[in-house]
C-alpha cells in the first residue's frame, strides 16, 4: 500500500516486467560472451582455466537457462517478486562458479555481481534488495574462504569484503536513484495524461465550434480540420495528405496572396452556391504553420437582416393605421374617379396607376407585416412525397394547368422530414410562383418542375423552371430584402422563404450550375431529427 501512498508503480507491474525482460536479455548476452570466448579460445585466456570443466558446464548451462528465463519474462509468466528471487539467486550461483573455474576473485570476474546487485535493488525493495547483497557478499566470502583452504594459502577476505561493501553500497545507492527515477516516471505519466486528456478537451471543443478552423502545414497540406470548416467549404473527405488548393482554390490564392503580404488579401467568398459566404482570417505560428479561421458572414448579415427587419416590421406595424387610412382614401378617390371619367382613356390609365400601386404598398404591409409577427415553429413529421403530390395537385387547380405544365419527379418516395407544414408550404408556393412567372410557355414543358431526392444524408427539394435563369446582377443580392427584378415585386418573398426554412433547420440557395434555373431546400436528415 506504500507504494500507492506515495504515488509509485508498485514493483510488479507492466514497467517492472519490461525491466526484467531487459536485465534478461542482459544475462543471455553475458552468458553467450562467456561461453564463445571459453570455446574459441579468445582472450582473456583466465576464463576457465582453473577447472575446464566445470567452466564448460557451467557456461552451456548458463546460456541455455539464460534463452528459457528470457522466453518466461517475455510472457509475464508467475509472480514477479519470486522470479525475480529465483533468477537473481541462480546468477549469484552461476557467477560465483565461473569465478571459481577461472581461478577466484583475484581475475576481478567478481565485479560481474555489481550488475546482479544493482539490478536487484532496482527491481524490487527492501528485504529481497537486502537478501541479493548479503547472498552476494556470502557468495564471494565462500569463494575466498575454499581458494585458501584449497589453494596456495594467501589470505583474500579483504578483497571479498572490500566486494561485499561495494554490494551493499550500490544497492543503497541503486534504491534511492530508482526510487526517484520511479517518482519522475510517474510524475510524467501522469502530465502525460493530463497533457492527453487537455488535447482531447481541445479538440472537442474545436470540432464543436461555429468557426472553421484550418491548420495547414508549410508544404500546403492541410494537417487538421474542423467539422464546421469541412461543413462551410462542403469537403467530406478528411484526408490529412489533401492540400489546401484541393480543398479550396479560392482560399488557397487568398493565402498566397495573405503571404505575399498584399493589401486585403482576405475577402468573403463562396465556396460553391449552396454553401454560405466565408470571411477568413490567419495566422501563423512559431513552427511555421498557418491557422486559418473561417467565419460564415452569411449568418452575420442574415442576423443584421434580422434585426433591421424587426425594428422595421415593429415601425410598420406601428403606422399601418396611418398609412392604410390614407391610402384607402386614395384608392377610393381613385376608383370613384374611373367611374365618373370611365369614357376618358386617359384618366383611366391614371386611375389604373393609382390602383395598381395602392395594391402594392398594401402588400408591401402586409408582407413586412407578416414577418413581424411570424409564430413559432411547429414541427410535424410528413412524407414528402405524398404532401409534394397534393401541392402540386392544388397548384394546378389555382393556375388552371394542364399535367404537362407543371411536374413531380419523386426520387425517393419515402423520404420523411419534421416541419412546420404550413411554413413549408409557403415557402414552396413562394417558389413556385416565382418559377412558373419566369417560365417561358415557347419552350418544351414542363414549364416548373419539382423534384424530391436524397442525397448523402440530405433530403433534397429542387425547384426548376424552363426560364433564362437568374442575371449576374440580381444573383448577389438574390436573398436580400427589398431586391427584386420582378415588375410589382416587393423583394420580400425570397428573404422570407430562407428565413423559414432555416427556422425549421432547412437551406434555401439558389443552384447556379444547373441546366435549368434551380432553387434548392435542403434538409439535412440528421438536423430533422434534432427537430423531431
Not at 308 to 333: C, D, F, Q, V, Y
Not at 337 to 357: C, G, Y
Not at 370 to 391: D, G, T
Not at 476 to 486: D, K, V, Y
Request: overall charge neutral; hydrophobic content about 45%; proline content about 3%.
Amino acid at each position: 500500500m506504500k507504494f500507492f501512498k506515495l504515488g509509485i508503480t508498485p514493483p510488479d507491474g507492466p514497467s517492472s516486467w519490461r525491466e526484467l525482460t531487459l536485465f534478461s536479455a542482459y544475462r543471455l548476452f553475458l552468458a553467450a560472451a562467456l561461453f564463445c570466448v571459453f570455446y574459441l579460445q579468445l582472450p582473456p585466456e583466465f576464463l576457465g582455466s582453473a577447472s575446464p570443466t566445470l567452466y564448460s558446464t557451467i557456461s552451456r548451462f548458463y546460456v541455455v537457462t539464460s534463452l528459457v528465463i528470457l522466453v518466461y519474462n517475455a510472457q509475464r509468466w508467475g509472480n514477479f517478486q519470486s522470479q525475480l528471487l529465483i533468477q537473481l539467486s541462480l546468477d549469484i550461483i552461476v557467477l560465483t562458479l565461473i569465478v571459481h573455474s577461472s581461478g577466484g576473485l583475484k581475475t576481478g570476474l567478481g565485479s560481474l555481481l555489481v550488475v546482479v546487485v544493482v539490478a536487484g535493488a532496482t527491481l524490487t525493495t527492501g528485504r529481497i534488495a537486502v537478501f541479493i547483497s548479503a547472498l552476494a557478499t556470502l557468495a564471494v566470502l565462500t569463494e575466498a574462504g575454499y581458494s585458501q583452504i584449497t589453494g596456495d594459502g594467501v589470505t583474500r577476505y579483504s578483497h571479498a569484503g572490500m566486494l561485499g561493501a561495494t554490494f551493499f553500497a550500490t544497492a543503497v545507492l541503486a534504491q534511492i536513484l530508482s526510487k526517484k527515477i520511479l517518482a519522475s516516471q510517474t510524475l510524467a505519466e501522469s502530465r502525460e495524461q493530463d497533457i492527453a486528456r487537455l488535447a482531447m478537451l481541445n479538440e472537442h471543443i474545436i470540432s464543436r465550434m461555429q468557426t472553421g478552423v484550418l491548420v495547414v502545414e508549410a508544404s500546403g497540406n492541410v494537417r487538421l480540420s474542423n467539422q464546421s470548416a469541412r461543413k462551410l467549404l462542403g469537403v467530406d473527405n478528411n484526408d490529412a495528405e489533401m492540400t489546401l488548393k484541393a480543398w479550396s482554390s479560392q482560399l488557397a490564392k487568398q493565402v498566397w496572396a495573405w503571404q505575399q503580404h498584399l493589401a486585403n488579401p482576405f475577402q468573403p467568398f463562396q465556396q460553391r452556391s449552396e454553401l454560405p459566404q466565408i470571411l477568413v482570417s490567419a495566422m501563423r505560428l512559431d513552427s511555421g504553420e498557418i491557422v486559418l479561421y473561417l467565419e460564415n458572414t452569411s449568418a452575420m448579415s442574415q442576423q443584421v437582416q434580422q434585426l433591421k427587419l424587426a425594428s422595421l416590421g415593429r415601425l410598420t406595424a406601428s403606422i399601418a393605421h396611418e398609412i392604410r387610412n390614407p391610402l384607402g382614401a386614395i384608392s377610393h378617390a381613385g376608383e370613384l374617379l374611373a367611374e365618373l371619367k370611365d369614357s376618358d382613356t386617359t384618366i383611366t390609365k391614371l386611375t389604373d396607376i393609382i390602383a395598381r400601386h395602392s395594391e402594392r404598398v398594401n402588400g408591401i404591409i402586409d408582407t413586412i407585416l407578416q414577418m413581424s409577427r411570424r409564430k413559432n415553429v411547429e414541427p410535424s413529421l410528413i412524407v414528402l412525397a405524398s404532401w409534394l403530390k397534393q401541392f402540386v395537385e392544388e397548384f394546378r387547380e389555382y393556375r388552371h394547368v394542364s399535367e404537362d405544365a407543371i411536374k413531380l419527379s419523386v426520387q425517393a418516395s419515402l423520404a420523411t422530414v419534421c416541419i412546420d407544414v404550413e411554413q413549408l408550404h409557403q415557402v414552396l408556393s413562394n417558389l413556385v410562383e416565382n418559377a412558373w412567372h419566369y417560365s417561358r410557355e415557347d419552350m418544351e414543358l414542363p414549364r416548373v418542375e419539382i423534384r424530391l431526392a436524397i442525397k448523402d444524408k440530405d433530403v433534397l427539394i429542387d425547384v426548376l423552371d424552363n426560364g433564362p435563369g437568374v442575371s449576374d446582377n440580381a444573383l448577389e443580392h438574390l436573398f436580400e430584402p427589398f431586391n427584386s427584378e420582378r415588375k410589382g415585386g416587393t423583394g420580400l418573398g425570397l428573404y422570407l422563404a430562407r428565413e423559414l426554412c432555416q427556422a425549421n433547420g432547412a437551406w434555401l440557395n439558389y443552384i447556379a450550375d444547373q441546366a435549368r434555373s434551380c432553387f434548392r431546400i435542403t434538409m439535412p436528415i440528421k438536423q430533422q431529427e434534432n427537430l423531431q
